[in-house]
């Protein structure tokens, strides 16, 4: 005896809800992607067109805002290397830049692993006082900072200008490793411990590997922070010119060029400050991806 089983035919009705599905998942992403176009078009073609532009002569650039190089013109950044004290601002802000971002970086994984792996009273206290200071607008304490740095002697000096760059970034820093601290697994610590360990050599030798991956992501972001800072630099540091960082640099050459119209150089100068942000965005990309993920997810 043979039994025959029959199918039913699936009815459109079943089927209409799944095509509605697909059709607004294919909408949805074309629209996604065509944000995203536009979005690297806003962001990139300010960039490409300041470093076309540094190719440039004055005279085409005032014709011609928008044009093309008509040839190039490398003499641009030889002028705003030398003549203008690009090089010289380039040496200043990376002097700056190495003492604030190794202070930042040492001093803010050091508080931000007390306070994720010790219980004490006032632990909640000072992470929420740390965590208040990124909500401090910098501009409040301008004034107050003037004078403290006056009445210790640190005004237009670079150990003065160190202090102040660790001081505006240690918040975040200890805000975002605290949370990247509490993620690591206590039983390597608690090892090391029973090894006899001490504290300092556990956190140098243990502790800070492995946050690895969170101090690079948090480093990156000091960095562009700190190579990026103006209004600290006119503050604290506006008495000798060839003390300048290189955003006060490039703002007194952009005044400047108002009268000489070298407009190559100024262009040449943006592109020059430009190229160190971006070599160190595209070397270190995987890592800040990493980092963020690996304090994201316990």
């Known amino acids: 005896m043979t039994t025959t089983t ?10 209409a809800p799944r095509r509605e599905r697909e059709t607004g998942g294919a909408t949805l992403n074309v629209f996604s992607h065509a944000f995203l176009v536009l979005w690297v078009i806003l ?9 076309l532009t540094a190719f440039r002569p004055s005279a085409e650039i005032l ?33 700056i830049l190495a003492g604030s971002l190794t202070g930042t970086m040492l001093l803010g994984s050091m508080a931000a692993y007390v306070i994720a792996r010790f219980t004490f009273p006032g632990n909640r206290l000072i992470f929420m006082l740390l965590a208040g200071g990124m909500m401090f607008p910098v501009i409040l304490a301008l004034v107050p900072l003037f004078a403290v740095m006056e009445n210790f002697g640190l005004l237009d000096t670079r150990p003065g200008l ?6 505006y970034s240690l918040p975040f820093t200890t805000f975002f490793l605290t949370s990247f601290f509490r993620t690591l697994p206590t039983g390597v610590q608690e090892a090391a411990m ?12 243990i502790m800070l590997p492995m946050a690895k991956p969170g101090l690079v992501s948090i480093g990156i972001f000091n960095f562009l922070g700190q190579w990026n800072q103006y209004l600290l630099p006119l503050l604290l540091n506006n008495e ?59």
């Open 6 to 15: 029959t199918t039913a035919p699936r009815s459109e009705t079943t089927d």
């Open 43 to 51: 962001a990139a073609g300010p960039l490409i067109w300041v470093a």
């Open 194 to 205: 029973v090894d006899g360990a001490s504290h300092t050599r556990t956190f140098f030798q």
């Open 63 to 95: 014709s011609d805002p928008m044009g093309w190089p008509v040839s190039f013109h490398w003499e641009n950044f030889s002028n705003a290397w030398s003549k203008a004290s690009i090089g010289q601002y380039t040496l200043n802000s990376l002097i």
């Open 240 to 298: 000798d010119e060839q003390s300048y960082v290189l955003p006060q640099g490039l703002a007194s050459l952009a005044v400047s060029q108002g009268y000489r119209g070298d407009w190559g150089a100024l262009f040449a100068g943006l592109t020059i400050a430009m190229l160190p942000v971006l070599v160190v965005y595209a070397v270190f990309q995987r890592q800040v991806q990493a980092g963020l993920t690996a304090g994201a997810i316990k």
């Open 162 to 167: 160190m202090i102040a760059y660790i001081a």
